[in-house]
């Protein structure tokens, strides 16, 4: 079972170009969460996705940032307009199920991918 | 809103020495209790969690930690280091009812031969 896949590992972009940043979950998992971790600093919430659905966005820049998790294919977290302090290390989790319940809690772990750095010169 | 308070920036520990990381958390429940690992340009491996019932739970890699509720606190142990642990370290607290993990600033460990 491969595990919560991210690509590029490590990406450059240009002030003013555009970033985007790929998650592939766990297989059989539905849940994906998207953090941020700056230089020195843990890491910080940003979003929550399940297929097609935003669930929690309240750690998302109100501006230039966006995240989708299409019926098909990867999460996609995109940074439009990059500037240098968005030079993070992203991470991407999944999990396979959440909510209460005695067996929700024993599976309500995220599983985390080995991040995008992003560079923006 | 909760928050997670790990100490120590900073530890330098002796190989075959002990080691002990430290972790506070605020919240008004009980709530579920992460240790992950990462290790340099890598991603996080969970250690160990808690979620209920024995509060002195084990890991991975030899690790345990221990809940102490009074204390609000999720230390994290290991009763000899081996230079393979040199790595950061994170605590991390889960709502019982909600989905984001919100993470402690991390301790950075370095293994002296």
């Known amino acids: 079972n491969a595990g919560v896949m991210q690509n590029p590992r490590h990406l450059v972009r240009r002030r003013g170009q555009e970033a985007r940043l790929r998650c592939s979950p766990m297989k059989g998992h539905s849940h994906v969460y998207w953090y941020r971790q700056l230089p020195e600093e843990g890491l910080k919430f940003m979003v929550y996705l399940q297929k097609e659905n935003i669930i929690d966005e309240s750690g998302m820049p109100k501006e230039r940032f966006s995240a989708e998790f299409p019926k098909e294919g990867p999460s996609i977290l995109r940074i439009q307009q990059v500037v240098r302090g968005d030079s993070a290390a992203y991470f991407c989790?999944?999990?396979?199920?959440?909510?209460?319940?005695?067996?929700?809690?024993?599976?309500?772990?995220?599983?985390f991918g080995a991040g995008t750095r992003l560079s923006v010169l | 809103a909760q928050s997670v308070t790990q100490p120590d920036i900073h530890i330098t520990v002796s190989e075959g020495a002990s080691l002990e990381l430290r972790c506070n958390y605020s919240y008004g429940a009980t709530p579920y209790l992460f240790w992950y690992v990462q290790s340099p340009g890598q991603g996080l491996q969970l250690l160990l969690k808690?979620?209920?019932?024995?509060?002195l739970v084990q890991g991975i890699k030899g690790f345990e930690a221990e809940f102490k509720r009074s204390q609000s606190s999720f230390n994290l142990r290991k009763p000899s280091v081996h230079w393979s642990d040199a790595a950061e370290y994170f605590c991390a607290v889960l709502k019982a009812a909600g989905n984001k993990l919100t993470f402690g600033g991390g301790t950075r460990v370095l293994v002296k031969p």
């Open positions: 989790a999944s999990s396979p199920i959440s909510g209460t319940g005695v067996f929700a809690k024993a599976k309500n772990i995220q599983y």
């Open positions: 808690y979620f209920s019932g024995d509060t």
